[in-house]
């Protein structure tokens, strides 16, 4: 029974003590536990009424407009009814001794309280006119011709859902302003003329970009090209010959091959010259040179002696691949930003480099194990006895529909053409908004 009781006056005791602590306890006000962020609220607000650029467009009107009048009613619109405010608006100067210059100010109350805070928002007159000014390719290092084949006597294979000519129009508005003269090869013929030294609107053929828009397949002029003995292999029955020849013209030329999906120079294309053949899919116009049009290709790029050798390189990678560090930066950098992962199987071997004397410039994937999903593969030469690159390609092992967003981004990351942004240079052209908020009215 006395355990009960002691028990009962512990209780007793404690609740009182709880109770007589609770009215001398000062528990802070709403506004202290949880405080209203006015410097965020103020970038907020000024973002949101210059939205459709209405914050821009009045902030350079004449101080009596009524459109200041309409700012005042979008402003006590978008705060809350216990905030003031003072909207300032500055000119900044250029060159003079006072760099900002008060041009209107509007107001809700006489006082901002004691406490308060303010945001910046710089806008732009609608007169102005940003421009930037790439770089193009060549001036600092010769050459800078673009070479798009665009050729209407050749099918493609592997560009699903697009057409050749599509992926050349698209591939034109990326990069024709990077480059000094960019040409679209409208036939076979235009190709053969090119592979042959001879330029098209005397533009300049060494040092330039060729872009196969043909996917795996490879357009192929009919005559000198195809004919035994440059085009065609007589004793392997094989169009891979020329597909060394491009690889030799490729290295002779200074060229950069790029090839934008799936195995490279697997097949060669030519309504005219195979109009009743097709490539084992019902794409007429084409044959099928298998996996020995890359081996030639390589063999030539090097500088070897032609081998027929039909062995497949190329690897099916499980899962995802990433653009790697250098393409994301820039693909900001030039505004292109094709999907950060694809499907890549058609990957090449890392021991290419050393067969056949490339090196990495420019990884547009990350490497997986040991290959390469996407990348650009400069060739080393010896010429009049001094080293350097001579020759290289592009290749891009992704899976079936090709992105030429990661075309036009390998060939940006490995040239690099800087990019002049246009300045402020005219006075009155940009103005700072400041908006201070205070609160006011109970807790």
Known sequence: MMRTIEIFLVIIIITGAFLIASLFAVLPSPRQVSPLNLRRLALTTLQMLDVDYDLSSTVFKQANDSAWGQLEIALSACLPPNIVYNLTVY??????????????????????GVSSDSAS????????????????????????TLYILNCSDANGWWITGYTSHSLAEDLYNLLSPYFQTTIMIQNTQQLGQIL???????ERVQGAVVINTCGEAVPIPSGYYASNGVGYDTGSSSYALYCYTLGKRVLQYNWTWASIVG???????????????????????????????????????????????????????????????????????YGVYPSPYQTATRALPSWIT???????????????????????????????GTSGFRGSLLALGVTRTPDIRLTALGILSDFKPRLYRSEYTAVGTSRLVVLQLGQVGGA
């Open 196 to 202: 042959n030294g001879t330029s098209i609107q005397n």
């Open 91 to 112: 000119e900044i100067a250029s060159g003079q001794t006072t760099l900002y210059t008060v041009k209107k100010s509007i107001s809700n109350a006489e006082s901002l």
């Open 263 to 333: 195995y490279p120079l697997y097949y060669v294309a030519n309504t005219g010259l195979f109009p009743s053949e097709q490539n084992g899919w019902g794409i007429y116009g084409m044959r099928q040179v298998g996996a020995a049009g890359l081996n030639a290709f390589l063999r030539g790029l090097d500088n070897q002696s032609y081998v027929y050798n039909s062995g497949w390189i190329t690897h099916e990678l499980p899962g995802d691949v990433y653009l790697s560090d250098q393409a994301r930066y820039y693909s900001n950098y």
């Open 354 to 384: 050393s067969t056949y004397h490339l090196t990495v410039t420019t990884y547009v994937f990350n490497q997986v194990g040991s290959y390469n999903p996407g990348a650009v593969y400069r060739h080393t030469a010896t010429v009049n």
């Open 121 to 144: 928002y710089l806008v732009a007159s609608s007169n102005v006119t940003f421009s930037v000014i790439p770089e193009k390719v060549g001036e600092r290092s010769g050459g800078g």
